[in-house]
């Protein structure tokens, strides 16, 4: 799997929006950009993933870049909940294990905190 | 819509001894995953199951092991327990369709101290 690149840590103010950006210059044309995060004491929660496109759900916003080489996830008013650490993660869908894609390989990924 | 659950949520063992951790899948999913989880650092990928074989596996050693049921369910054994094994066990479910894994749900994990 490609290599993602993450600042280790990011302080946002609550009801602020939060871009975490994300590098990925080495990924493959059947790599999608998956992010999850880990709330404390928590097992890693699915937010967001996208191929080429620009991606929004209830969560958050993912903002890819035209080459692909980066991308952006926005979170547009964050809350004392959205503390927490953000993995970005390429998942190549060509990895058929046996008809099964491959695992999500983790970073360190960025602590994110939030002030009231 | 029942979530990951993953049993005991925390757990002792001696240098040397076995464990046994367990995990019930999300309701409809087939694929399950173990990841270990040292303190500060992210999850790394111990071995996925997919109608009840091993699917994958990472760098971890044979006596690390598993199984899943018909149900889905699954266990992750550990034998010959050493004092790095101590983090926490997160176990992943998924629904395989058509050769591709939807997105990921984790349950809590169990904390392994080994003393």
């Known amino acids: 799997d ?4 993450q600042p280790n840590s990011m302080e946002s103010n609550e009801e602020e929006p939060v871009h975490l950006p994300c590098n990925h210059s080495t990924i493959s044309g059947t790599d999608y950009i998956h992010w999850y995060r880990q709330l404390p004491s928590q097992g ?20 890819i870049a035209e080459d ?4 952006t996830l926005i979170l547009h008013r964050a809350t004392l909940r959205d503390a927490a650490v953000y993995y970005c993660i390429l998942r190549d869908v060509g990895m058929n294990y046996g008809g099964s894609q491959g695992n999500l390989i983790f970073g360190k990924g960025t602590k994110l905190s939030v002030k009231p | 819509e029942t979530g990951v659950t993953q049993s005991p949520t925390h757990l002792i063992k001696t240098r040397g001894q076995q464990v046994t951790l367990r995990c019930s899948s999300q309701s409809g ?12 650092q992210g999850p790394q990928f111990i071995f996925q199951y997919y109608r009840e074989e091993e699917n994958g596996r990472g760098n971890f050693p044979p006596r690390f092991s598993g199984l899943q049921f018909p149900n889905y369910s699954s266990e992750l054994n550990v034998n010959a327990l050493e004092l790095d094994d ?15 894994n ?6 809590q994990g169990t904390r392994l101290t080994v003393v």
């Open chain 1, 2 to 5: 490609a290599k993602t690149t």
């Open chain 1, 44 to 63: 890693p929660e699915y937010v967001i993933h996208g191929l080429t496109s620009n991606v929004n759900n209830r969560m958050a916003s993912l903002a």
């Open chain 1, 68 to 71: 692909r080489k980066s991308s």
């Open chain 2, 29 to 40: 999913h087939n694929t399950v995953s173990w990841y270990q989880q040292a303190l500060g």
């Open chain 2, 86 to 100: 101590s983090a926490l066990y997160l176990c992943a479910s998924s629904r395989n369709r058509e050769g591709v």
């Open chain 2, 102 to 107: 939807t997105e990921a749900f984790f349950g």
